[in-house]
């Protein structure tokens, strides 16, 4: 049992009590530590990699309980994959909250960001579901701090909307956990997928409600149709690299769809397997439309894009809904792209709103901004990445989705789906892309307004390129990258591997002498 | 015992979704907590009820079965910890959103127009 497994927890969470104290220190001493620690985790997420390609489950027992009695930690491919994904994304979302100063407008941004991320790597690793909500409430009470980090009057509004759906949906997180606990008798996720196939056929009902309420926590999490409206308004009205840090924050619902529902419900499960995947398919479908829609009626850049995620996580939950090996590994490449190029997305559309002055993100003509051949072009880059045009990665996610429902029932559904809903969103970012950049006022117009932004920061431009190199990255490394994400999603389907390999490891032999109390 | 338990969690359950779906910031905090107590106690009966058990298994115990399920113990006294921190934090976040959007109202907008005139007469 290697440490290897608990440190990506561990890491963040000791930089986080260090900088408390490093508060002392000022914000430069804060800076280093914080950047620091999350590039050890990127390097270190490339060990996790590694050593998730050489033996499958690392199961690691806290505290040396053995499954089920204590808490596991299990890394593999898919949470090597999505601790990787988040690694990177938090160095890029740094660097850029570093290099605008976005991190002075409050006290313990630092703190916040590296709690986040110990809520985040713990959600990914963990094995058991109420450990899994405990991550949960981490992360989240991280995310609530970092949503109104550097305040103001629209931010406290959303902000308040996100806080009370997401207290909601913690407390129906509860019911779902302790019905399953009534029934099952275990919160081993693992334990829990051998408990139901050996379930009377008298408690499937309960356990099918239980798990269907599940869905619905994690369809707040990654805002799935109808529980979607907290989430364009929170993430367009926050601060950039929060944003960009928030790109993952949706993916972890489809994480936990793909861990809890696909352990729990798969292959193994008798009449319950994959019941649920009919209701993600479905309303992952009406998401998309929504997207779309809501793409299209966006007022300014960054509402546009918390659309254009929330289609990213519309396109996932098809994939996750299709069922299929072929189809949950274009899901996994997809996230790996939508993720990194959201992050993006999102400090691009600070940029512009930087260099718009009093026109802000707002889609109107408004004087020439400093640097728009710069910033405009790579806008083009993300847009095409983002839509999923070629010859980007987003085209080739796409294509490897709908090849994989080729063979479903729903095909017609699903290709019509997503083909008029990426239409829609050529369409209007065309449209965005154009007025912000082209169509822009003449000197003499402009000038007369305080519309003059402040030049193009090129340290906080070195985060968006670096984001966006994800998308060319992905397409050339195409076939190491689907081979790996092949591999991940043939071990998510044999879940009897994983469950075999939590139930099974054993705990370490301790030299400690037992100690026998005398009544 | 058993309708009892299960009729205050329906009760506190009921509550709690009418106060959430309120207007004003003040009841939305009050039903979240009544919610909260609510599954704290569905959590507890979740252990199934037991009268008069140890928690843990005591060397009285002649078998397995004369103890009551410590687990839901441990995850309540969790979950009321979490319930409130949460609560903590809204009520904080009310009151700021009470200052800054100078209203209530989990909108931020006043939905009756008649007050803010009153208002305005006062000054």
Redesign the interface.
């Known amino acids: 049992m290697s440490h290897l497994t608990a440190w990506p927890v561990f890491l963040p969470l000791i930089t986080g009590f260090f900088l408390i104290i490093a508060h002392m220190g000022g914000i430069r001493l804060q800076r280093s530590i914080s950047f620091l620690a999350t590039l050890g985790l990127v390097v270190l997420s490339f060990f996790l990699v590694s050593a998730s390609m050489s033996v499958d489950h690392h199961v690691y027992l806290l505290g040396n309980w053995e499954a089920p009695f204590g808490i596991v930690l299990v890394l593999d491919k898919l949470s090597a994959l999505m601790v990787i994904i988040t690694s990177i994304l938090a160095v890029g979302a740094l660097w850029y909250a570093i290099t605008t100063k976005t991190d002075e407008k409050g006290a313990h941004f630092h703190i916040l960001f590296q709690l986040q991320l110990f809520g985040l790597n713990g959600a990914f690793l963990t094995g058991d579901v109420?450990n899994l909500f405990?991550f949960f409430?981490v992360l989240l009470?991280a995310s609530?701090g970092l949503l109104?980090h550097g305040?103001g009057?629209l931010r406290?509004?959303a902000?308040?909307?996100y806080?009370?759906i997401n207290?909601?949906g913690?407390?129906l997180f509860?019911?779902a956990?302790?019905?399953l606990?009534?029934v099952l008798g275990t919160?081993n996720m693992a334990d829990m997928a051998a408990k139901i196939a050996a379930a009377p056929s008298d408690d499937l009902g309960l356990i099918a409600a239980a798990g269907l309420l599940l869905l619905v926590v994690f369809g707040v999490k990654a805002a799935m149709f109808p529980l979607y409206l907290w989430m364009p308004r929170a993430y367009a009205n926050t601060s950039a690299p929060v944003a960009a840090l928030f790109a993952i924050m949706t993916k972890v619902g489809i994480y936990a769809i793909i861990r809890v529902h696909g352990t729990i419900f798969s292959d193994e499960a008798g009449d319950l397997a994959h019941f649920y995947t009919p209701w993600v398919l479905g309303l992952g479908l009406v998401t998309l439309l929504f997207a779309a829609l809501g793409v299209m009626a966006a007022h300014g850049l960054r509402e546009q894009v918390a659309y254009l995620v929330l289609a990213s996580v519309a396109t996932l939950l098809i994939g996750v809904g299709l069922n299929s090996p072929e189809a949950l590994s274009a899901t996994l490449y997809y996230l790996i792209h939508s993720t990194l190029i959201a992050g993006g997305m999102f400090l691009l559309a600070d940029l512009v709103l930087r260099g718009r002055g009093a026109y802000e993100d707002r889609f109107e003509s408004g004087p020439f901004m400093p640097g728009a051949i710069v910033i405009g072009s790579i806008f083009m880059f993300g847009a095409i990445a983002m839509t999923g045009m070629p010859p980007l990665s987003g085209f080739f996610g796409k294509v490897l989705i709908l090849n994989a429902a080729l063979d479903s029932s729903w095909f017609a559904w699903v290709i019509s789906t997503v083909l008029i809903a990426g239409l829609l969103m050529i369409l209007s970012v065309a449209r965005s892309g154009s007025l912000i950049f082209y169509k822009t006022l003449s000197q003499e117009a402009g000038s007369g307004s305080s519309a003059v932004g402040e030049p193009l920061n090129r340290m906080a431009f070195v985060a968006v390129i670096g984001l966006f190199l994800a998308s060319p990255v992905l397409v050339i490394f195409a076939q190491p990258i689907t081979a790996f994400t092949d591999l991940t999603a043939t071990q998510l389907f044999n879940s009897a591997d994983y469950i075999q390999a939590v139930l099974s490891t054993e705990a370490v032999a301790t030299t400690a002498t037992v100690v026998e109390i005398k009544? | 015992m058993e309708w009892l338990i299960s009729l205050s969690i329906g009760v506190l359950t009921a509550t709690g979704i009418y106060l959430t779906l309120r207007a004003r910031t003040f009841p939305v905090v009050m039903g979240l907590t009544l919610l909260a107590y609510a599954v704290n106690i569905f959590l507890f009966a979740m252990g199934r009820l037991t009268i008069g058990l140890p928690a843990v298994i005591d060397k009285y115990a002649t078998s397995a079965v004369q103890y009551s399920d410590p687990l839901p113990q441990a995850l309540v006294l969790t979950a009321i910890v979490i319930a409130f921190g949460m609560t903590a934090f809204l009520i904080v976040l009310a009151l700021k959103a009470r200052g800054e959007l100078d209203n209530d109202h989990v909108d931020g907008v006043e939905d009756k127009p008649a007050t803010s005139t009153v208002k305005q007469e006062v000054k």
């Open positions: 109420f405990v409430e009470l609530y109104l305040s009057r406290t509004k902000g308040l909307h806080v009370v207290l909601i913690s407390t509860l019911f956990v302790g019905a606990y009534g919160l009544p």
